[in-house]
T-cell receptor, first 111, second 110 residues
């Protein structure tokens, strides 16, 4: 069965902290994605990666960075968390071409 | 710019009352149109991929259809467990990105 695993389901952080969200897929997919989902705004793409060490900015990359050192792992980094980054973060992977498979999500609260 | 809209925003049905959800899209060269189901607090779950106008796919009480401008998700005799938000997304030939619609929140009352 297809599996995308996100490291934390719920996190609470303070403003200014560095936050790591990790995602691992076991399907050998080329592409991996980070989205955030907010009420009324839907799913918005932060970054995606189409190969190891390759990354592309999505629609809302400001305040975020990513790392893909291995094919199966894609990390999202908030260098200095702010309250407007409180959100649900969703990782996904896909073959090329093919559909997205999502993880369970990480709900981040920044105080 | 690629765009996806969905209607209605929310839909309440009685159990057994069939209906359809709409997804309208504009994209420069459609590679695929995707339907997902999302339960509260969880990640979206893949339902269907449609590639070309006229294509149809079915799964239990759900049937997805595709034209050149829109897709419909038909729900036949829904049950309360079909209550969820249904998301539509498109992918263009020129990139790997997926553009999502805002979703339709479906409630099926017993």
């Amino acid at each position: 069965d297809v599996k995308v695993t996100q490291s934390s389901r719920y996190l609470v952080k303070r403003t200014g902290e560095k936050v790591f969200l990790e995602c691992v897929q076991d399907m050998d997919h080329e592409n991996m994605f980070w989205y955030r989902q907010d009420p009324g705004l839907g799913l918005r793409l932060i970054y995606f990666s189409y190969d190891v060490k390759m990354k592309e900015k999505g629609d809302i990359p400001e305040g975020y960075s990513v790392s893909r050192e291995k094919k199966e792992r894609f990390s999202l980094i908030l260098e200095s968390a702010s309250t407007n980054q409180t959100s649900m973060y969703l990782c996904a992977s896909s073959p090329n071409p093919g559909e997205l498979f999502f993880g369970e999500g990480s709900r981040l609260t920044v105080l | 710019e690629d765009q996806v809209t969905q209607s209605p925003e929310a839909l309440r049905l009685q159990e057994g009352e069939s209906s359809s959800l709409n997804c309208s899209y504009t994209v420069s060269g459609l590679r695929g149109l995707f339907w997902y189901r999302q339960d509260p607090g969880k990640g979206p779950e893949f339902l269907f991929t449609l590639y070309s106008a006229g294509e149809e796919k079915e799964k239990e009480r759900l049937k997805a259809t595709l034209t050149k401008k829109e897709s419909f998700l038909h729900i036949t005799a829904p049950k309360p467990e079909d209550s969820a938000t249904y998301l539509c997304a498109v992918q263009a030939y020129y990139g790997q990105n997926f553009v999502f619609g805002p979703g339709t929140r479906l409630s099926v009352l017993p």
